[in-house]
């Protein structure tokens, strides 16, 4: 079993930049993939970011040149940096520790970007 444990989300304005900070403890060696998706009000959960423990990353179109995750393999931490945040870009925002059968989800932490 997989703990995951998000934190960092919070109230900013447009233009502003949040920290999201993803932890993941109990059974990780089967892990091979985090990520950060996220789920705003009527919507379906989308992907937003993910990365490999060799570091390869993927994003949405949405966000590239503005998150960049990252992953400190000694600490099982994924991290996501959130820089010019738009409105569009509010949603509660869920880590996910990845195996080959199966996803682990945190809590979900609420990202607001007020105009």
């Known amino acids: 079993q997989v703990r995951v444990v998000e934190s960092g989300g919070g109230l900013v304005q447009a233009g502003g930049s949040l920290r999201l900070s993803c932890a993941a403890s109990?059974?990780?060696?089967?892990?091979?993939?985090m990520g950060w998706y996220r789920q705003a009000p009527g919507k379906q959960r989308e992907l937003v970011a993910r990365?490999?423990?060799?570091?390869?990353?993927n994003y949405a179109d949405s966000v590239k040149g503005r998150f960049t995750i990252s992953r400190d393999n000694a600490k099982n931490t994924v991290y996501l940096q959130m820089n010019t945040l738009k409105p569009d870009d509010t949603a509660v925002y869920y880590c996910?520790?990845?195996?080959?059968?199966?996803?682990?989800w945190g809590q979900g932490t609420q990202v607001t970007v007020s105009s």
């Open positions: 996910a520790a990845s195996t080959l059968v199966v996803d682990y």
């Open positions: 109990g059974s990780i060696f089967g892990i091979v993939t």
């Open positions: 990365i490999t423990p060799g570091g390869n990353t």
